[in-house]
């Protein structure tokens, strides 16, 4: 009876372990739907929040009266400072140090870019980085829909009461105010971010899916004191602590890996890739998938001109985007874009502004490094986005052109004076020669995971003209072939083929005869 009893009280024990995984595994699964509409706390409740608010640091003051570490918090973030120090390459990052090739650089055009800083005031290189109240609270934390920061500097009345009465967790929307459009407008930087996430469906994104599991951009980008993980400067190229669990590890959930561990497949063949491919690589197998074409083109070469009336204009396609503009030249646009492959390791090279280029070639804005040799790299798709832009022509660096304001390039269409003064404001130096050099800058690919039906097919790699054409160090079977390794397989089976043969013909001959003397 005794033992009987243990046995029934091992069962019972291991049911309600079981039982409780799976209420683990499920709320792990609803969790990222219902935790925008889960609160601690009424805002509307707080007589420090009714206002009036006429500009947006006395909201702020307002929310540290509660909240009083969140603007040093705030203040120790990249999404603060705009910069960033790789440790293992040595660079000074960041957007108010590296050049891209889409509005190109930040320096002397801060007063336009930092419409998407998470800060109030800055126009100009004297910003008080130290002051808690210029911390905007609400540009991340608005969950109307309707705070518009550029509205606000315009001295347009936003309300900031009721604003502020209703922040809340960070969404797709908050998040995409700024990500949605980088680069100067919808879908211009990233192959993989655009408006269409706000309320994606599956095809767009199966994780991000409105109508299923509804992840919002902190169900992976996970945030300890307004630190988000993720990063476009030190990216996880390979997960090195499998799957995170909750309360354990690092906390960050910025990978594939973290969730779905190495071998999340059923077909073991397919798990097989997973220490040389990265996931995006076959669920991401094209990018712009949603309502929004990606820029893939951006030529500065021939901006500057304007109508008979010496006024500037710009051009549509059919589609409804835009292909030139006076202000920045030629645009090419495409959607569901085949990614580019890179082996990538993780690190990542900028050419910065002090950097000698050879405007002979094609310059690399960023270089994902690694290679078939690096057992900490993996093939991982890209969205590589090419252009022209100015350099000097002297120096043989990448130039800065000074854009917004009265006296920039939108304004003037001057190309002398625009660099002259972007340059002067950076602290670079300046032959007074410039040109324009062709360039290409490497986006990895991380969202628009398609659903499983969607992913690429073995074929898809494996064949002659396969997606991977361009990636070297490795032997692929389909894709590859060997001389003296072919002229061997062909030679094995003409063998076999002659050994059936004869095998076959001395069977009919010595049937035949045994048949005769029978």
């Known amino acids: 009876m005794t033992t009987f009893l243990k046995k029934t009280r091992s069962s019972i024990i291991f049911c309600c372990l079981l039982l409780s995984t799976a209420v683990l595994a499920l709320s792990l699964t609803i969790a990222p739907a219902q935790a925008a509409k889960q609160t601690t706390a009424d805002h509307q409740k707080f007589d420090v929040l009714k206002g009036p608010f006429k500009v947006g640091p006395q909201v702020t003051k307002a929310c540290l009266s509660c909240h009083t570490e969140a603007a040093k918090q705030v203040h120790k973030t990249k999404h603060w400072t705009w910069q960033f120090e790789n440790k293992k390459t040595g660079q000074l990052l960041g957007k108010r140090n590296v050049i891209n090739n889409f509005c190109i650089s930040t320096q002397s055009n801060i007063a336009g870019c930092s419409t998407c800083h998470v800060g109030y005031g800055w126009k100009n290189k004297t910003y008080d980085f130290t002051v808690e109240e210029n911390v905007d609270c609400l540009v991340c934390h608005d969950r109307t829909g309707v705070y518009d920061k550029k509205k606000l500097r315009e001295g347009k009345d936003l309300n900031l009461a009721k604003i502020a009465q209703n922040v809340g ?141 010496g006024t500037p204009f710009s051009t549509l396609d059919q589609a409804g985007n835009e292909i030139y503009n006076s202000k920045k030249g030629d645009f090419k646009w495409q959607r569901d874009v085949i990614p580019e492959y890179r082996w990538f390791n993780g690190e990542v090279q900028y050419t910065l502004p002090s950097d000698k280029i050879d405007p002979t070639k094609i310059v690399e804005i960023n270089r994902f490094l690694g290679s078939a040799d690096d057992p900490d790299s993996l093939i991982w798709p890209i969205k590589l986005m090419r252009g022209k832009q100015p350099y000097d022509s002297g120096n043989k660096t990448l130039a800065m052109p000074h854009t917004v304001g009265k006296d920039g390039f939108w304004k003037t269409f001057d190309w002398q004076s625009a660099i002259t003064k972007g340059m002067e404001v950076a602290d670079q130096p300046y032959s007074g020669k410039f040109g324009f050099v062709e360039t290409e800058m490497s986006w990895p690919m991380a ?20 997606r991977l054409g361009d990636i070297d160090g490795i032997y692929l079977p389909g894709r590859d072939s060997n001389k003296w390794l072919d002229m061997g397989g062909f030679g094995i089976l003409a063998l076999t083929v002659l050994g059936v043969g004869f095998h076959g013909a001395l069977r009919f001959f010595f049937n035949k005869r045994n048949g005769k003397e029978a």
């Not at 004191?225 to 910025?254: C, L």
Request: aromatic share 6%; proline share 4%.
């Open 169 to 309: 967790r960070t969404s797709r929307t908050s998040c995409g105010a700024c990500h949605f459009k980088g680069g100067g407008g919808k879908a211009v930087k990233h192959g993989d971010l655009d408006p269409s996430f706000e309320a994606p469906d599956a095809f767009v994104d199966v994780h991000m899916d409105a109508d299923g599991l509804n992840f919002s951009c902190s169900t992976c980008h996970t945030t300890d004191a307004h630190m988000v993980t993720g990063s476009r400067y030190t990216p996880k190229a390979k997960d090195v602590s499998g799957i995170d669990v909750p309360g354990k590890g690092d906390g960050s959930r910025a990978t594939c890996v973290s969730c779905h561990g190495e071998r999340p497949m059923k077909d073991e063949k397919l798990n097989d890739h997973t220490d040389r491919v990265a996931c995006q690589t076959c669920h991401i197998p094209n990018f712009a998938r949603g309502d929004y074409a990606s820029k893939m083109w951006w030529d500065w070469s021939t901006a500057g001109k304007l109508t008979d009336k």
């Open 447 to 466: 969202h628009m995971v398609a659903p499983a039906k969607e992913a690429l097919g073995c074929e898809d790699c494996h064949a002659k003209n396969g």
